[in-house]
């Protein structure tokens, strides 16, 4: 079993910046593909990036690159998400997945494991 506590949401300006972290429960963090999804009101949970157990492998939706950067520390068992440039429509509710492989997925079925959300507002 892993828990995963996401921190670092909250209100800001359309243009700036927010950091996300996700701290996870289980010392064999890095063996655990990590990724952060976000879903607005009466969406779906879209993806958003994912990274591999290692770090060596990562990537992120279209609608986010260049301006969201996922990063992992498995010595801290944490995974982040830098957000830059942030615009109104990146308002969500923001999570953390975590599946039992070291390989990225872009599916939400894909993960076992998810924290209990983190919310993101960006004012116009």
């Known amino acids: 079993q892993v828990q995963l506590v996401e921190s670092g949401g909250g209100l800001v300006q359309a243009g700036g910046s927010l950091r996300l972290s996700c701290a996870a429960s289980?010392?064999?963090?890095?063996?655990?593909?990590m990724g952060w999804f976000r879903q607005a009101p009466g969406k779906e949970r879209d993806f958003v990036a994912t990274i591999s157990g290692s770090g060596s492998i990562a990537y992120s939706a279209d609608s986010v690159k260049g301006r969201f950067t996922i990063s992992r520390d498995n010595a801290k068992n944490t995974v982040y998400l830098q957000m830059n440039s942030l615009k109104p429509e990146d308002t969500a509710v923001y999570y953390c997945?975590?599946?039992?492989?070291?390989?990225?997925?872009?599916?939400?079925?894909?993960?076992?494991?998810w924290g209990q959300g983190t919310q993101v507002t960006v004012a116009s």
């Open positions: 997945g975590a599946r039992t492989d070291y390989s990225t997925s872009r599916y939400p079925k894909d993960y076992d494991y």
């Open positions: 289980r010392r064999t963090f890095s063996r655990y593909a």
